[in-house]
């Protein structure tokens, strides 16, 4: 029996207005579900409303589980959210699920549209429409349950009979000849819906005196940087009054450069304008700033205001503004002496309405070049303000999204979605662990601890999966064989770019290594840097050419297929003279990207069943990037480790089983644990 169902709950939300949909929030609770069967009878079940005179419902308990048992598939939009509500009320349902907000997405080909139902139905316009009570009501603050019932209750079935409809409309699609490709893939997707929603089910612990600590050491370390970034910034500047959170004062300190008119500032530049006329409209639309003496204002005697004279002469009691100094009492006087850093940005791209770009890549790369130069000082400020804004998210999204969404179990339940990035990449928030930096030094890693008392966290992490998946898609015999012997090829990549006249460490390398899998070139980096990225391509020519037969593959169908069926549609692309096509980073970064995934999702579905199998207790409780978590119970953690080595193993074969593809480019899970997630080894 397939069985469409849709739950009402009632919800809460965070100091800043975020709405809590879920059941670990302290007061939400279920309200109303409703099913439709594949024969048509529709039910409906009631078990929270302010307007309940019995609050016994044991019946509707009894009789929505009798559903659940016969049920051979369950239909839902947005399926983690209607199963955690049901496992959270006591229910069991442990078969598969057909989720139509999924289906739809991988139907999208990567072109996005929004998913939510009343969205969906309008655009596939179907016969049962989602009707707006629920958001109006919502939208005047009227909760969930004192919406009236009968209008509740038609809302509900309403949704039920869209979502029934849709999922045949999806079902009949998949089938065509365009789509037929999806099919694996919508399969797998549905049935890791079920292990995500499990994870997010589960929670992971958080430790409050952790948390605590990080946040103390954060404000501690960002207060220090401030006191140290407002002397270096008076150094460089003079008086000049600098706010760091400013990016128009901040690209003045770093540039030295502030436009003669910021209204049509950026209308002077074009993306490719040649390097030549970039520099000639740089010195004709902006000016050189210089270092600054603050001085009380002669014209109202450092006041910042005047008094205003009468016809007569007398003076009166009215206050003006001085205009010398605008209110502020000083004036400041240029110095001879040029302020800032004095960089000069290397091309167009680096413009922004305010003057020039400060974000983290181009700090980055500046920080890059005044340790090259050996300009200490502008290093030092350089590497200061990019840490001073990482303290800033540290604080904001994480220890503040912490605080706000652990729920009274102690655990952060982290919803891993499948349906918000373009390739299928797994995303999370409140908080989104997913922007976490790689590796086991930051500190926001050591609040996540056991649930239970002696136990562990173990984490698998994949090897250089996307250049494993490179070399698997471009047939790359080369990258193969420096996979198989250990070839260290960020060490390699450090050797291309010294010899090229640029010092690069072996950890300065890992940057480039592996960018020109997802498309990036030498543009707008050093010529040493630049020369790696020329050389990517005549080293690994299998990859190359795949890059070429993809460009073919869209001109062609407007579309790339991945081996595992994934679609990426890209109805617009052009070809350029030089033969390549326009998005073109995106068609060579969407295949790795997506394999990559689909290969840790799959590893995720394999790790969980063996478990089950073997009847341990440890969970999985979270996937961030090429890894997985897991919070192991005591006395579990080898038999944990052989488990992850035996689906290292496996994966071959059931990556042929999943997909009939034979994928024969080794795999390594590097496996380490630690009593906390940031101390594993």
Known sequence: MITTLDLENTTARTETGKLLLDPFTAGNKLVLACTKQDDGTESSFWFHHADMEINDTSEAKRLLQEQLDQTTVLVCHNAQHELIWLWDTGFTYNGPVFDTMLVEYLFQRGLKSPLSLDAVAERWQLD????????????????????????LEKYCLADVRATQELAKALRKKMYSSDFASLQQIIDHTNTLCVLLATIYYRGFSVDKDALRQVKEEFEKERQELVKSLEHQAHDLMGDTPINLSSPEQLSALIYSRSPNDKSTWAGNFTKYMKKAAFDVAVNDHSSVIYKTTAVSCADCQGKGYNLYVKKDGTVGKA?????????KGIVYLPQKRIA?????????????NHGFSTNKVNLELLEAVARRREMEEARQFLHNIRRLSALDTYLSSFV??????????????????????????????????????RGNTFPIKKVFKSRWTNGTIVEADFAQLEFRAAAFLGNDILAKTEIETGFDVHSYTAEVITKAGQKTTRQEAKAHTFAPLFGATGYGRTQAEASYYQQFTSKY????AWHMELADEVMATGKVTTPTGRQFAFPDAKRRPQGGITHFTAVKNYPVQSLSTDIVQLTLLLVEQNMRRNNLQSVIVNSVHDSIVIDTYPDEEERVKDTITNAEQQLREVFLQKFEVDFDVPLVLDCKSGTNWMNVT
């Open 340 to 352: 800032g850093l004095k960089f000069s940005a290397p091309s167009a791209s680096w413009i922004a």
């Open 400 to 437: 503040e999204g912490i605080e706000t969404y652990t729920k009274p179990d102690h655990r952060l339940h982290v919803r891993l979605a499948q349906h918000r990035t373009t390739t299928g990449r797994l995303a999370s928030d409140s908080p989104n662990l997913q922007n976490m930096p």
């Open 319 to 327: 206050k003006r503004i001085c205009r010398t100094c605008n209110h």
């Open 541 to 544: 020519e299998g990859i190359a």
């Open 128 to 151: 049962n429409q989602k009707m707006g009570t629920l958001k109006e009501h919502l939208g005047k603050g009227v909760p969930v349950d004192q919406i009236d019932k009968d209008e």
